[in-house]
């Protein structure tokens, strides 16, 4: 592997977070910030972000909005967050949007926190149960929290959950133009 930072190195998306470790307050507010500062197109910082620590009412709100499989796992999250955006607006609101989950993501790594992003959602649930305001599109719901014991996981995620990382070769994911001059 190059010479990553250990924060994209050792980043991974576990189901097995530990169902006891809280998400400190100053630690909530470290991961927004680091979403905050997220680069986007002209600046709009389009992206609105919905938290709930876990046995609150917004945590319940956005648990029960996941896939019944999804919520096996996702219960024991220290915190659910709902990042959305704005129905209208630019183009590149998505594109935004994924760049600040990423300064969430490696900021959670920074802290020794892991996530893992739940794009199955009950969206028109989750904006009716958050009462969010009409122009707000949630569109993933991060886990944060810290690891937990993968034997804990029910028999069909373990596999899953214990398996070698891996990422496709720099060779498929690249695009060359053969046709290059220069």
Not at 67 to 77: F, V
Not at 113 to 139: E, F, I, S
Request: hydrophobic share 45%.
């Amino acid at each position: 592997m190059a010479d990553l930072t250990p924060l994209l190195a050792f980043r991974w998306s576990p189901r097995s977070f530990d169902p006891d470790a809280e998400l400190a307050q100053t630690e909530a507010a470290t991961l927004l910030e680091a979403a905050r500062w997220a680069p986007s197109v002209g600046n709009r910082q389009p992206w609105r972000f919905a938290l709930g620590h876990r046995d609150d009412e917004t945590f319940k709100r956005i648990l029960v909005n996941l896939p019944a499989a999804e919520q096996r796992w996702a219960a024991r999250a220290s915190a659910l967050v709902l990042a959305a955006h704005p129905r209208t607006g630019h183009r590149f609101v998505a594109y935004d949007l994924g760049q600040a989950v990423a300064h969430l993501t490696v900021q959670a790594t920074a802290l020794g926190l892991h996530v893992r992003q739940v794009t199955n959602l009950d969206r028109a649930g989750l904006v009716a149960d958050l009462d969010l305001p009409g122009d707000v599109r949630p569109y993933v719901v991060v886990a944060v929290g810290q690891l937990g014991d993968p034997l804990s996981l029910p028999a069909d995620l373990l596999a899953d959950e214990t398996a070698l990382r891996h990422r496709r070769p720099l060779g498929e994911i690249v695009l060359t133009c053969e046709n290059a001059t220069g």
